[in-house]
Nanobody, 113 residues
Framework: QVQLVESGGGLVQAGGSLRLSCAAS??????MAWYRQAPGKQRELVAV???????NYAGSVKGRFTISRDNAKNTVYLQMNSLKPEDTAVYYC?????????WGQGTQVTVSS
């Protein structure tokens, strides 16, 4: 059974930091990504990392967020620094395979001003 389990969300003041983790099990993903969805908005891509370590970021988080991956632990991380109130959202982990994509259940990140 394939599972993605996120952790690390919470409440933080503007300017603070959080690190999200996504532990995967049941398969090895070609790429993994973080998405977020704020109330009333569409889900958007935040950052993606391939098996080889190539990364890509949304313009709104570039320079503040860092995605990384521990292949031995099958875990992907999102280090979020200099957080802003507009970063408030539910953050989802997504794993990509050649045949199917999988989503985690999400973790809430709230940034207070």
């Amino acid at each position: 059974q394939v599972q993605l389990v996120e952790s690390g969300g919470g409440l933080v003041q503007a300017g603070g930091s959080l690190r999200l983790s996504c532990a995967a099990s049941g398969t090895i993903f070609n790429a993994m990504a973080w998405y977020r969805q704020a109330p009333g908005k569409q889900r958007e891509l935040v950052a993606v990392i391939t098996n080889g370590g190539s990364t890509n970021y949304a313009g709104s988080v570039k320079g503040r967020f860092t995605i990384s991956r521990d292949n031995a632990k099958n875990t992907v991380y999102l280090q979020m620094n200099s957080l802003k109130p507009e970063d408030t959202a539910v953050y989802y982990c997504k794993g990509f395979t050649t045949s199917y994509d999988y989503w985690g259940q999400g973790t809430q990140v709230t940034v207070s001003s």
